[in-house]
Nanobody
């Protein structure tokens, strides 16, 4: 059974930092692309950052230079370090594991709320 369990969300003031963590089980972690998505109220879910099986990363333009995604192959975890947070970063953040084997297979965590407000 695949499980992605997020932690680390919360309330933070503008300019502050938070670190999200996602623990994966039930998958061969090393071969999956891991990613963080977010969904703000009334908006579609968007890709925030992704890290491939070989460690390559990509980010949505709005978070470049502020967010860093990393993965620990020993612990089967993927983290998202978020600095210089802005109110527009407020959203539910979801951990995602994806692999393409002919078809694309996605697994999702339950989501964690991040609120940036003074």
């Amino acid at each position: 059974q695949v499980q992605l369990v997020e932690s680390g969300g919360g309330l933070v003031q503008p300019g502050g930092s938070l670190q999200l963590s996602c623990a994966a089980s039930g998958i061969i972690f090393s071969i999956y692309t891991m990613a963080w998505y977010r969904q703000a109220p009334g908006k579609e879910r968007e890709l925030v950052a992704a890290i491939s099986s070989d460690g390559g990363t990509n980010y949505v333009d709005s978070v470049k230079g502020r967010f860093t995604i990393s993965r620990d192959y020993a612990k089967n975890t993927v983290d998202l370090q978020m600095n210089s947070l802005k109110p527009e970063d407020t959203a539910v953040y979801y951990c995602n594991a994806a692999i393409v084997r002919g078809l694309r297979y996605d697994f999702w965590g339950q989501g964690t709320q991040v609120t940036v407000s003074s």
